[in-house]
């Protein structure tokens, strides 16, 4: 015997589907306006440890927050996506039985949490206190050196040396860290094709462990354009008896420089020194090397004309 199922109407089953969406906006509505309890796992950074200390040990990087507050106020609360910055110089004390440790209690920190939500109610905040392990920073101070790649368009050079403002730097560290480093250096630059006198700023290059009291450092590097000169200069004998003289062929020898347009009237035949040392016949029987012992330093591509000489040995009268 065939028993038939009763139809339900199209319309029933939708006025029985809004009787349920109805239903259960009603429950939601309600259940939001009941008080929960519920744990966050919130980002922080520690920042601004005094400037004699550092962390000798991990530093965490979130806190637990316990929280209480309606349904609706608490949907969407997962803490901040950009951690919250604590100062360790404003919440933290030192620890009073050991000088290496410092203390923080988190609860000076529950108005941070959630500053435009007034209505949630912190209940707590794990750990209650957190303590950094810190060491005492050394000093020193040590120089810069200059990590600088340039070039210069064509009858242009440098002129002088390179300034530097400041031309040193006080690192701080641990004793072990700053041990062994001698000196900072800028961050490697490039400068092609220079025509006149660079004035720019370049970073230090950062080290691990180790703080500067200084990020950068201005740096002027003269540059202008030159001109090549000669001169003729006279040779001076050394280590000569009295008894005896030397007589070079020839006796005047040709210098050539280049020479920055700003200090070419200051270049004088006196600021040259050629010697060739007598003693040295004893080696050299036929000819002597010239030596330039002595010259202006901003002078660039010094070359002496001809580096050898002839000689002869005569007797004094």
Known sequence: MNVKKPKISRKRLVIFSVFVLIASVFWFLSAMN?????????????????????????VPEKLQITIKDFGYNLIGKTGSNKPLKISIKKYAVKDKNDKSKLILSTHLLSNKFFPNAASINILSVDPETVTFKVEKLKTKKIPIKVNMNFSCKPLYMQSDKIKMSPDSVVVSGTSKTIRNILFAETVPEKFPDLSDTLRTTCKLKKINGIKFSIKQVKILLPVEKYTEKSVKVPLHIINCPDSLKLITFPDEIKITYKVVLSQYKSVITEDFILIVDFNETENHPDKLKITLQNFPEFLKSVQVSPEFVEYVIEKNQ
């Not at 009941?34 to 991990?58: G, N």
Request: proline letters at 8%; glycine letters at 0%.
């Open 34 to 58: 009941q008080e929960y309890t519920t744990k966050i796992d919130y980002k922080v950074e520690f920042i601004d440890f005094p400037e004699d200390v550092r962390p000798a040990s991990a």
